[in-house]
């Protein structure tokens, strides 16, 4: 019963029903003009002082994309998007380059405190109670369209580890950005992502050579400040052979009555051995409560388990956002490779999910294990969408798929799309669903023991998703825990 | 999936186009019914054989497929029928026979007190407007461009219609006849409509007379009545390669009534099943349940829309399929719960075998749920034969052969058995078994 | 009789069984005792023929001629039973069904007729109520829906029926509660005779309270560490398996 007790505590010390993140920082930025054409494309490059090749790679990228039409395939619906109403670049006037955390702009610094991401190392490490080097994250903050500040940098650098900024990876790193960017999204994937392809602004980077372990979490915060912004980072996350790391995003952004666009790209790939743990806690601004506002979250992350016997996680915890459209996915490409997708999407208020993943099994005895868990409450809509498949060549490939749905309320719904294809006898591939509500049982003996609904509901919601918060790393998941009370206030009574 | 497809017309489409055009004038229906079948036909046109894109026919890309559209089988002559006598003298008392989708009464058994069964073509033709209505099948969830082919097609079919409270002790069978050599297109509406309280069982059967290459394009309608108790059984086993057969079931099912409905698919070139199936009123419950045995370069598609629209129905759906050779199995299987639709109890199950190398299974088991207080579930599985199954006949004395054997029809035996009723487990199960002893002879074939 | 001569066997990489020789007479009881891990299960499974494990070097003679090369419906044929630790579930095929295939199959196999279905009915009859087995459970799906012990008297009762000149039995009292060891225990018991041979395998000497062996050996990191007689099954309630762990340590 301890456990229980702490969480009603826990839940009991929330704020009320707002969104805590919902303030703006003031602060002058450099943007571009509004709209999008090949002068754009070429006026990011430039800012970013790019090589010939990547100014000519954004380019073939926003050629193809005004060809294409946005995929209709998902259960989501959105006014149009007018491409040519938003801002594709823009960045604190202030923020390029600091070299030091005494040149980063204090309304920056006050903003990430603000969000509970402090960037100062010294004050990280008096944070954190009896810190062994174990409790220690390295940030990369991007705000808006650019990195704003990348902590531990010198003492990651001395594990051979490269955690930077993308635009920075760009000129320090060119050869591995040249070899791996594009090689598991290519830019001609899908229209977000090949939008992505041509005006990506900034993102994080990360190699981690040959047999090391990375010595902390890295961990990217988004934040969407600027009105009518369209934030649109890229991902490159490379664990060599035998090498191992665990990396967590976070995003937050303004209340704002209009909708924000946000269309990223992450690309993972792990060589023969390594091990790359990539969780997520989304928690874009979702539009008001009559549906108005929020962020559209459009993301392609895809991750390549390019060598023999390696392995790539997927954790994340949605709960913001007025539209969700995201597929974390595996391509199991090495032997005895394997891909995990652990799940929780909170969806309330006007809310739109639809999300899920792919694991494609190509390799021989590759293994796979997707769990997720939709809570849907309010008005919203919640969509599994998940395709498992396995190649001709693929024996002895395995797959488990667990979805489970919660509905809490009657003006919500709850949806399964699973994709099962198989081309191999030796392959072995199963899939359970379920859809329920909260047993009335459990909330009255909640209720009789002296907990709110709404306290009840936190309680048996958080029980229902334990699995998949167990898979995140400790301080998130507590985060996590309260972030999934937050999301659901309102959805009781 | 981003980039805009603007389809041309396939050769099949311009033949089909082509028939309606010519044929239309010709089909039976007054002028509402002309009606329906100009705006099906344009909703028909307007789509397109459906394609890949095309969601519920995502596995089975019918525009590539059905290379062309066989010319319309004409009407069977009065001396055509005369020379079905001997065949179908075997045939079960209670038998409506279609020949090349024709209701032909006279060759048609006897049917007890409380049934009859009527030409389509004399239902359309009489102008009552409740049957017009219930052929129409216009269901938000049927909105489909095969059936919307066949509505405009349609040909003929039988209106079969059992009165309120009738108990019917032996069941009704509708028997698919194929007349003549040609390779030809067929398209029939039958419509059984079972008054509230009774209690009957229908089952489709087929007669291999001429073969069944060609096209076949039918749609069943069954409109269950409150508290009404039906069986239904399908047998699609007498396919042969290169045909094609299109199989629209739709189900309406009243308050409180029991619906329970089996399929038997071996084989048959390309076969894709669609079932509707409507939970009208409160308190029903339905069942499906289905077997696809497949070889050879076989290709076979069940899907299903459940749509529990009324509280506290319980529906079950229950399929399994064998994958040999290089065939290609598809399960798509979607339950809708709609808004309101308390107390829902919804399970599906699709389990599948994949024995060839070269053997594909698609599945895709959905839920769609508007509504709160449910119990909704599905589950799937896909893979070869259970090795620690294998082992232990093994090591009880079984050769291999014989082991995997058992483990083949218990797989498809376990469906058949709930069946309950004697006869058609025994019939069913002979079914499986000389499926099984066919792959069986035609492996130690190619082995040799 | 049974005679494993110097087998080496791996799975993958991980050799487990290593230059295991053991001897069992027409007529003897022999329990295999061992910590976890110490290679027992792999054994029986190895004579039995499972595809995964690789027989690196050695012999498995039955009545003295040699089983490796032979499939395990081969086998079964020519005598050997195995009573698993975990009887496997078949849904969809009846008990009664799978009991006269089994018994005819190997009847076949040796060139014999099949049984007369009143014959069948009686032999099943008398192992049932051996078992405590009741018709009821005969008409069920195999092992699907059975308790620990119905499974476990199910597999005894398909010893009894289809009459083996040897049988292993593997960690059959595990997961069982007293009075259903002790109903297996009257089964195996019933079935000594002169001719047949056993091999018992548990991790837990109260079976031997119950079925009395002739000999005892002790296994350990994949081979026969010591024999005894019943004596050493009593002494091992007392001490346990501490001193064997070492062997048994390095093979997890």
Known sequence: ?493 | MTAQIIPSRTAAEAALAEAFANGKAGLPGAEAVARLRDESFAAFARAGLPHRRIESWHYTDLRTLMREALPIAPAPTREQLESLRKEIAALPAQSLLLVDGVFAPELSGALPQGVTATSLAAALASGRPELIESLAAAWADADDSILALNAALMLDGVIVEIAPGAKIAEPIHIVYATLGAEPSARFSRSLVKIGAGACVRIDEISLGLGGRTGQTNNALILEIGDAAEVGHTLALTDGRPGSMRLESFLVKVGARAKFDSFALITGAGLVRRQIFKLFEGPDAQGTLRGVSLLRGREHADTTLFVRHAATGCRGRQNFRYILDGESTGVFQGKVIVSPGAQKTDGKMLAKTLLLGAEATMNSRPELEIFADDVICGHGATCGGLNADQLFYLETRGLPPAAAEALLLDAFAGELVDELGHQGLVAAYRAEVAAWLAARAKSETRSAA | MLEVKNLNVAIGERQILNDLSLSVAPGEIAAIMGPNGSGKSTLAYVIAGKQEYEVLSGEVLLNGENVLELSPDERAAKGLFLAFQYPVEIPGVATMTFLKTALNAQRKQRGEEELTIPEFMKRVKKAGEMLDIKPDMLKRALNVGFSGGEKKRMDIMQMALLEPSFAILDETDSGLDIDAVRIVAQGVNALRSPGRGFLIITHYPRLLDHIVPDTVHVMAGGRIVRSGGKELADELEKTGYREYAGESEELV
């Open chain 1, 1 to 493: 019963m301890a456990a229980v007790q702490e969480t009603i505590e826990r839940v009991k010390a929330l704020d009320v029903s707002e969104y805590k993140y919902g303030f703006f920082t003031d602060i002058e930025a450099d943007k571009a003009p509004k709209g999008l054409n090949e002068k754009i494309v070429r006026f990011i490059s430039a800012k970013k002082n790019e090589p010939e090749w990547l100014t000519g790679w954004r380019l073939e990228a926003y050629r193809r994309w005004v060809t294409m039409r946005e995929p209709n395939w998902a259960r989501v619906s959105y006014p149009p998007i007018d491409y040519q109403e938003l801002y594709y670049y823009s960045a604190p006037k202030t923020a390029l380059g600091p070299k030091s955390l005494d040149e980063v702009d204090p309304e920056l610094l006050k903003t990430y405190e603000k969000l509970g991401i402090p960037l100062n190392e010294q004050a990280i490490l008096a944070g954190v109670e009896g810190a062994g080097s174990d409790g220690r994250i390295a940030v990369d903050a991007v705000f808006d369209s650019v990195s704003v500040f990348t902590t531990f940098k010198a003492e990651l650098a001395k594990a051979g580890v490269i955690f930077c900024p993308i635009s920075e990876a760009v000129q320090t790193h060119p050869e591995l950005v040249r070899k791996y960017l594009g090689s598991v999204v290519p830019p001609t994937d899908n229209f977000f992502a090949t939008l992505n392809s041509a005006v990506f602004t900034d993102g994080s980077f990360v190699y981690v050579p040959p047999g090391v372990r990375c010595p902390m979490e890295l961990s990217t915060y988004f934040r969407i400040n600027e009105r009518n912004t369209g934030q649109f980072e890229r991902t490159l996350i490379i664990a060599d052979k035998g090498a191992y790391v665990s990396y967590l995003e976070g995003c937050t952004a303004p209340r704002r009555d209009e909708n924000q666009l946000h269309a990223a790209v992450v690309e993972l790939i792990a060589l023969d051995d390594a091990e790359i743990k990539y969780s997520t806690v989304q928690n874009w601004y979702p539009g008001d409560s009559e549906g108005k506002g929020g962020v559209f979250n459009f993301v392609t992350k895809r991750g390549d388990c390019r060598g023999a016997n390696s392995k790539i996680s997927w954790t994340q915890v949605e709960t913001g956002s007025a539209i969700t459209w995201k597929y974390p996915s595996c391509i199991l490409r090495g032997d005895n490779s394997r891909g995990e997708f652990y799940s929780i999407a909170i969806s309330n208020g006007y809310q739109q999910v639809d999300s899920g993943t792919k694991m494609i099994h190509l390799g021989k005895n590759t293994t796979s294990r997707v769990i997720s868990k939709g809570i849907a409450a309010g008005n919203s809509q919640n969509t599994y969408r998940g395709q498992i498949s396995s190649h001709r060549k693929a024996t002895g490939a395995r797959n488990f798929t667990n979805c489970d749905s919660l509905l809490i309320g009657n003006d919500c719904g709850a949806h399964t799309v699973p994709y099962i294809e198989s081309r191999n006898p030796s392959t072995q591939f199963e899939h359970e669903a379920t859809t329920s509500k909260i047993s009335e049982d459990q909330l009255f003996y909640c209720m009789q023991r002296g907990l709110s609904a709404e306290e009840a509901t936190a309680l048996i919601v958080n029980g229902f998703v334990r699995d998949v918060l167990q898979q995140l790393p400790m301080e998130f998941a507590v985060e996590a825990q309260k972030l999934i009370a937050v999301s659901l206030e309102g959805s009781v009574g």
